[in-house]
């Protein structure tokens, strides 16, 4: 492969990325995301710092707004008769 073949690649796959993550946040805005759900999220951002995969929410939330992406990740929890089990949301941004 060319070097500029090499260079092409790069950008193709971050928009590829960037449309995938954009896509699921839209079409799961408002659901509640419990542990299990918060999984398929988490592979969804593909963030790293060097090798390891990026799990917490201020960190979710912190490569939402470098990169301009209008929605937010907030914790709650559910009510005593539910078991009180912590669930993440995905928001839009209002600024």
Not at 10 to 27: D, I, K, S
Not at 42 to 57: A, E, H, M, P
């Amino acid at each position: 492969m060319s070097i500029a073949l090499q260079k092409n690649v790069v950008p193709y796959e971050e928009a590829e990325r960037y449309y995938t993550l954009l896509t699921y946040l839209e079409q799961n805005v408002n659901r509640r995301l419990f542990k299990s759900d918060r999984a398929e999220l988490i592979k969804v951002f593909n963030v790293r710092d060097k090798y390891r995969l990026q799990k917490t929410i201020g960190v979710l939330n912190q490569y939402l707004i470098e990169n301009n992406i209008m929605y937010k990740l907030q914790s709650s929890q559910t009510g005593r008769k539910e078991g009180r089990k912590k669930y993440w949301v995905i928001v839009p941004r209002t600024e």
